[in-house]
Every structure is written in structure tokens, then in C-alpha cells.
Antibody, heavy 116, light 107 residues
Framework: EIQLQESGPGLVKPSQSLSLTCSVT?????????WSWIRKFPGNKMEWMGY???????NYNPSLKSRISITRDTSKNQFFLQLNSVTTEDTATYYC?????????WGQGVMVTVSS | DIQMTQSPASLSASLGETVTIECRAS??????LAWYQQKPGKSPQLLIY???SLHTGVPSRFSGSGSGTQYSLKINSLQSEDVASYFC?????????FGSGTKLEIK
């Protein structure tokens, strides 16, 4: 069974960087598909943030392009999100998901609050 | 970016009823549309992809239809376990975008 699990700090200070990990079990992230980060804001708006492909290429939402980085550790079957210079508007629940254009497997989500 | 306008924002229906949720895209998305269900405290679950294909394990009372810019999700014979939020997502073009969601309650 494919499972994804996000982990990382639940509180980040403004201007700092947000760093999250997605650990994948049941599927090797280099075998196929793209591996995405998605967030859901208070008020329920959802935003696709970007992905890292099975081959290691990346594609980011232009709204975040200057602040976002998605990387991976293939030895641990994990991929990562780094979002720089966060503000209170980055407060959201962050999900990782397997992307086949649509998202067929999701993590449980991690709530991140940006506050001083 | 392609804007996805979803309606209604909330919906209350009786058990056994049929409900329909709609999404309108700001341009033709050529059936590149998925529907998801999200229950409180849970992650989203894929219901429909390619506008009308039922994801594995999803009950057949869920169906999707539409084309061009107009798409809909229909739930037949509403069950208590269908209480959730539902949202659409277009994947015709990057950046992928989502509808604003519909909260479904039982009357």
C-alpha cells in the first residue's frame, strides 16, 4: 500500500524558511510519477505548489517560484519542501501527494502556522 | 492561470437524494478534471479523473460528466458517509488549480 507522510515544524517565524519532509512507503519515488506539494489555506482555498519528478526535474507554481525549492533523497525515499521568506499568508495545511496529473495518493497533511 | 469556479459553496440534502456539484473553468480544459472528497481531519481522496473516470474503489453512486469549460459531480442515493467537502482540480495546464470547494451536509 502506498503511503505518504509529512513531517516538520508546526510553527515558523516570519521571514524564516519552512522545511517539510514527505516520506513515501510502498512505492519508490524514482520509479515513476511526479511528487507534489499542495497546501490548503484557512478558508479552504487550495494551491498546487510544485513537484519533483521521478527523474529529479522540478516544476513550480510561478506564484512561488522565487521562494520554493523541492528536493529529494532517493536513498530514504523522501522528498522535501523548502519555502523561504515566509509570511503569515503562508499559514496553511501542507500536503504531499503523488501526481499523475491528478493526485491519487495524499499524505495526512501537516498544519504550519507562521507567527512570531 | 485557469480559474475554477465551483458551486454551490454548501449543500444540504436528505439521505437517498441525488446531488450535483459543478465546476466551471475559465477556458477549455479538455476533460483534464478531477474531483476529490475530503472528510474533516482527513486527507483528500480522489473520486473521479479525466472528468468521468471513476477511481478504483470509489462507489458507483459517484459519477462525473462534462466537457469544455463545464463539469459536474453527481452523487446518487446520498449516504451518511458522503458528508464531506468536495472540490475539483484542473490538470490541463500548469499551474494546476482547484475549485473553492463544496461542503455537503445531510438535512
Amino acid at each position: 500500500e502506498i503511503q505518504l507522510q509529512e513531517s516538520g515544524p508546526g510553527l515558523v517565524k516570519p521571514s524564516q524558511s519552512l522545511s517539510l519532509t514527505c516520506s513515501v512507503t510502498g512505492y519508490t519515488i524514482t520509479s515513476g510519477y511526479d511528487w507534489s506539494w499542495i497546501r490548503k489555506f484557512p478558508g479552504n482555498k487550495m494551491e498546487w505548489m510544485g513537484y519533483i519528478s521521478y527523474s529529479g526535474s522540478t516544476n513550480y507554481n510561478p506564484s512561488l517560484k522565487s521562494r520554493i525549492s523541492i528536493t529529494r533523497d532517493t536513498s530514504k525515499n523522501q522528498f522535501f519542501l523548502q519555502l523561504n521568506s515566509v509570511t503569515t499568508e503562508d499559514t496553511a495545511t501542507y500536503y504531499c501527494a503523488r501526481q499523475a496529473y491528478y493526485f491519487d495518493y495524499w499524505g495526512q497533511g501537516v498544519m504550519v502556522t507562521v507567527s512570531s | 492561470d485557469i480559474q475554477m469556479t465551483q458551486s454551490p459553496a454548501s449543500l444540504s440534502a436528505s439521505l437517498g437524494e441525488t446531488v450535483t456539484i459543478e465546476c466551471r473553468a475559465s477556458e477549455d480544459i479538455y476533460n483534464g478534471l478531477a474531483w476529490y472528497q475530503q472528510k474533516p481531519g482527513k486527507s483528500p481522496q480522489l473520486l473521479i479523473y479525466n472528468a468521468n473516470s471513476l477511481h478504483t474503489g470509489v462507489p458507483s453512486r459517484f459519477s462525473g460528466s462534462g466537457s469544455g469549460t463545464q463539469y459536474s459531480l453527481k452523487i446518487n442515493s446520498l449516504q451518511s458517509e458522503d458528508v464531506a467537502s468536495y472540490f475539483c482540480q484542473q490538470y490541463y495546464d500548469y499551474p494546476f488549480t482547484f475549485g473553492s470547494g463544496t461542503k455537503l451536509e445531510i438535512k
